[in-house]
Antibody, heavy 122, light 106 residues
Framework: QVTLRESGPALVKPTQTLTLTCTFS??????????VTWVRQPPGKALEWLAL???????YYSTSLKTRLTISRDTSKNQVVLTLTNMDPMDTATYYC??????????????WGQGTLVTVSS | SFDLTQPPSVSVSPGQTASITCSGD??????ACWYQQRPGQPPMLVIY???RRPSGIPERFSGSSSGNTATLTISGTQVMDEADYYC?????????FGGGTKLTVL
């Protein structure tokens, strides 16, 4: 059974750095084609893709946020960490991690965590 | 980068067929997938690689693609299908979601 769980602060101040951890089980991030991704959703708004780390440790980032994002993995702990610098109230959102399967131009997110709401406020 | 365009809302009567479109430049060269999201819940994959249905997704959900438009079709729509639906694609470097479509079943 595949499970993912997001953890991190519920409240951060503007200009601070957000660090979120995705702890997963039921699959290996070293298996070919396997990836973990982060997606966020501001209240009442659409999904926004943020970043992805692949089985070969390749990393991919949203074009609009790449200067602020870092994604990393710890395969020994089955964890993926996302950092987002210089937080702004517009970064207030529910942040999800998900397992992704990638094959050429096919990428889909087949298992999701419940998400964690992060509010940016002073 | 590229954009994916969805209609903001679609309405359908119970038992009828709902179709939600997703269009974008070069979408025909990529695979589209679809997610259902009910209020307060994470998204759930309902279609991947344009037409494939994950295990456990009802047969009334189907996907198709023609040119630069992907379509999610729900046949015999049920009240429980009322939700937001998002398309998503990958260009080899970045992933993108459409703006979402609110499906109302009434």
């Amino acid at each position: 059974q595949v499970t993912l769980r997001e953890s991190g602060p519920a409240l951060v101040k503007p200009t601070q750095t957000l660090t979120l951890t995705c702890t997963f089980s039921g699959f290996s991030l070293t298996t070919s084609g396997m990836c973990v991704t982060w997606v966020r959703q501001p209240p009442g708004k659409a999904l926004e893709w943020l970043a992805l780390v692949a089985w070969d440790d390749d990393k991919y980032y949203s074009t609009s946020l790449k200067t602020r994002l870092t994604i990393s993995r710890d395969t020994s702990k089955n964890q993926v960490v996302l950092t987002l610098t210089n937080m702004d109230p517009m970064d207030t959102a529910t942040y999800y991690c998900a397992r992704a399967g990638r094959d050429g131009y096919s990428l889909h997110f087949d298992s999701w965590g419940q998400g964690t709401l992060v509010t940016v406020s002073s | 980068s590229f954009d994916l365009t969805q209609p903001p809302s679609v309405s359908v009567s119970p038992g009828q067929t709902a179709s939600i479109t997703c269009s974008g430049d070069k979408l025909g060269e990529r695979y589209a997938c679809w997610y259902q999201q009910r209020p307060g819940q994470p998204p759930m994959l309902v279609i991947y690689q344009d037409t494939r249905r994950p295990s456990g997704i009802p047969e009334r959900f189907s996907g198709s693609s023609s040119g630069n438009t992907a379509t999610l079709t729900i046949s015999g729509t049920q009240v429980m299908d009322e939700a937001d639906y998002y398309c998503q694609a990958w260009d080899g470097f970045t992933a993108l979601f459409g703006g979402g479509t609110k499906l109302t079943v009434l």
